[in-house]
Nanobody, 128 residues
Framework: QVQVVESGGGLVQAGGSLRLSCAAS????????MGWFRQGPGKERDFVAAISMGLSYASTYYADSVKARCTISRDNAKNTVYLQMDSLKPEDTAVYYC???????????????????WGQGTQVTVSS
């Protein structure tokens, strides 16, 4: 079994920054992807960013809406990914979920249905 745990959410003013962390534990895989999704009030869950894990080269993927303001990074040794979010806006307010995809491809990395294990989510609230 795999556990995925997010941390780092909180309340921040517009224009501020937050760094979210996500750690995977339990069963391990030689290569996989970890992604971030978010679900705002009354909205569907949307893709934010993802990164390949286990491989020497880290491929990163971003939603167009956050590409200029977010950076995803990883620590392979710790099975942990980070999402640095800058210039936050009130519309970034959401529950942010981390998930693990055992068999990712570039074509499917943004599809929620491809992810096998999910965390409980961490709340990010951006005040205006």
């Amino acid at each position: 079994q795999v556990q995925v745990v997010e941390s780092g959410g909180g309340l921040v003013q517009a224009g501020g920054s937050l760094r979210l962390s996500c750690a995977a534990s339990g069963r391990t895989f030689s290569s996989y992807a970890m992604g971030w999704f978010r679900q705002g009030p009354g909205k569907e869950r949307d893709f934010v960013a993802a990164i390949s894990m286990g491989l020497s080269y880290a491929s990163t993927y971003y939603a167009d809406s956050v590409k200029a303001r977010c950076t995803i990074s990883r620590d392979n040794a710790k099975n942990t990914v980070y999402l640095q979010m800058d210039s936050l806006k009130p519309e970034d307010t959401a529950v942010y979920y981390c998930a693990l995809d055992r068999s990712f491809t570039a074509a499917t990395i943004a599809r929620m249905s491809n992810y096998d294990y999910w965390g409980q989510g961490t709340q990010v609230t951006v005040s205006s």
